[in-house]
């Protein structure tokens, strides 16, 4: 399961900067636009506290958390869906992420420079938003002229692509996301198809100066991004990203030292990578003890004979049943033994939709 989140902003917002603290990977930075180029991906561990509670109860020699990918894509531009900048190119790589990070500067330093010359996070917001718009129209125009012709035969196909696209249309013509409209299970299965820009889940990251990042809420930019992502039904988080990525270069000593004196409980990263991890709508679960407890990534819906598939496909092709605890009940009753006697140690068979903080022995014959 590859699936990726994209961070996308105007040039010089500090997309790269938070790239390269989420993942210490080294992304290219400067203060002049298209630093960027070609997208850089980096795998990140998903902070998860119930994981260090679950060794606690149920020893392994090891813990293992899980990851996904994050995606930093270059710089948009205003007039990029008509080529602006590196447009076209840009716009292709957005296409190919699973869900977007829209990272808007919201912090004032005469330093680095803005690409529209002020700072004006909504501003900002918006010019991308329009562009991806504006391209998402182009496609959906040009997908209707063939699909109007083979609608024409009575093609079922053709005509529910058709009605979907019809539905499409007006709402982008109105500068509305896609992601907006309500479709049903057949017709998001045909919207999928499309890889429109403005059907991507989205989470809104603006980028705060150091002396917000204990409160965001106390940066009048912030404010601004909450108010336009609370408007489209989305959220939004503040992020000093010059600063988490200072601290993501600290061992875990300096770092506590760090987080206490900036007084929080922990890096703004954390909160990120979890709701850009909920985003794609991954949800974990949990094998332990022996060698290891391990976190596992799965997506949203997915049943027990898919998930044992995930550690490994002769699980899924053997699958006989999976014994299943809530890692709430085993961090209330505190050991194995105490959920068994309890009664809340479950046997799942094959219809069973896995549920966020399962810890699952599969059993399984081959």
């Given at each position: 399961m590859a699936l990726t989140a994209g961070i996308v902003g105007l040039p010089n917002v500090g997309k790269s900067t938070l790239f390269n603290a989420i993942t210490k990977a080294g992304a290219e930075m400067a203060n002049y636009p298209f630093a960027t180029i070609d997208p850089n991906v980096g795998m990140v561990e998903v902070p998860d506290k119930r994981l260090d509670r679950i060794q606690e109860l149920i020893p392994a020699k090891k813990i293992v958390?899980?990851?996904?990918?994050?995606?930093?894509i270059a710089g948009i531009v205003k007039g990029a869906s008509k080529g602006e900048g590196l447009g076209n190119k840009f716009l292709e790589n957005i296409r190919q992420v699973d869900a977007i990070v829209h990272v808007v500067r919201a912090f004032d330093d005469d330093n680095i420079t803005h690409v529209t010359g002020k700072v004006d996070p909504v501003d900002d917001i918006q010019t991308i938003n329009l562009e991806l718009g504006i391209a998402d129209l182009d496609a959906v125009n040009k997908r209707l002229g063939k699909v109007q012709r083979a609608a024409k035969g009575k093609d079922e196909e053709a005509l529910a692509e058709l009605a979907v696209l019809n539905k499409i249309k007006p709402v982008l013509e109105a500068g509305k996301p896609v992601r907006s409209i309500d479709f049903d299970e057949d017709e998001q299965k045909i919207v999928k198809g499309f890889f429109l820009l403005t059907s991507k889940p989205v989470?809104?990251?603006?980028?705060?100066?150091?002396d917000d990042m204990a409160d965001s809420t106390a940066s009048k930019y912030f404010q601004q991004v909450k108010e336009f992502a609370e408007s489209e039904g989305e959220q939004a988080i503040g992020i000093a990203a010059e600063t988490e990525e200072e601290i993501a270069e600290l061992d875990d000593a300096d770092k506590a030292d760090f987080l206490e004196a900036e007084g929080v409980e922990e890096p703004g990263l954390n909160k990120l990578i979890r709701a850009s991890y909920k985003l794609l709508g991954l949800e974990t679960f949990f094998t332990a003890g022996g060698k290891e407890t391990k976190a596992w990534t799965y997506l949203k819906g997915t049943k027990a004979p898919q998930a044992a598939g995930i550690i490994h496909s002769d699980f899924e092709r053997g699958f006989i049943r999976a014994e299943v605890m809530a890692f709430d009940d085993l961090d209330k009753l505190g050991s194995e033994q105490a959920v068994k006697e309890a009664g809340k140690?479950?046997?799942?068979?094959?219809?069973?939709?896995?549920?966020?903080?399962?810890?699952?022995?599969?059993?399984f014959n081959v």
């Open positions: 958390p899980t990851t996904f990918e994050f995606t930093d989470l809104y990251v603006a980028n705060v100066s150091e140690l479950r046997v799942e068979g094959k219809e069973y939709v896995m549920s966020d903080g399962d810890i699952v022995n599969f059993r």
